[in-house]
């Protein structure tokens, strides 16, 4: 059993950055790829970015790209999210994600259906 913990979201300020952190417990807790989703009131969950395990590429939303970079540190089974940048239509919950399955193909690496173990979340909240 993978457990997903999160941590690092917060209330700031348009244009600021914050660094969410993912730590995963558990056999194969990192052994797949690994991503962020996020979901914003009213709204359903969109995923964000995305990453193998060796991270030698890296997926992201049209929304976030340029500004989020996600990264991953397999001796710590953690997944990090670096969000600069921020506007407040980045206020959301921020969901991390893993799955067994390692994902070299953007479509598939984007979908919910993708990843079996989630993080129960974190707050982002970015104010105007």
């Known amino acids: 059993q993978v457990q997903l913990a999160e941590s690092g979201g917060g209330l700031v300020q348009d244009g600021d950055s914050l660094r969410l952190s993912c730590t995963a417990s558990?056999?194969?807790?990192?052994?797949?790829?690994m991503a962020w989703f996020r979901q914003a009131p009213g709204k359903e969950r969109d995923f964000v970015a995305s990453i193998p395990r060796n991270g030698d590429t890296t997926y992201y939303a049209d929304s976030v790209k340029g500004r989020f970079t996600i990264s991953r540190d397999n001796t710590k089974n953690a997944v990090f999210l670096q969000m600069n940048s921020l506007k407040p239509g980045d206020t959301a919950v921020y969901y991390c994600a893993s799955s067994l399955t390692i994902y070299y193909d953007g479509h598939l690496a984007s979908q919910e259906s993708s990843y079996y173990y989630w993080g129960q979340g974190t707050q982002v909240t970015v104010s105007s």
């Open positions: 558990g056999r194969s807790a990192s052994r797949g790829s």
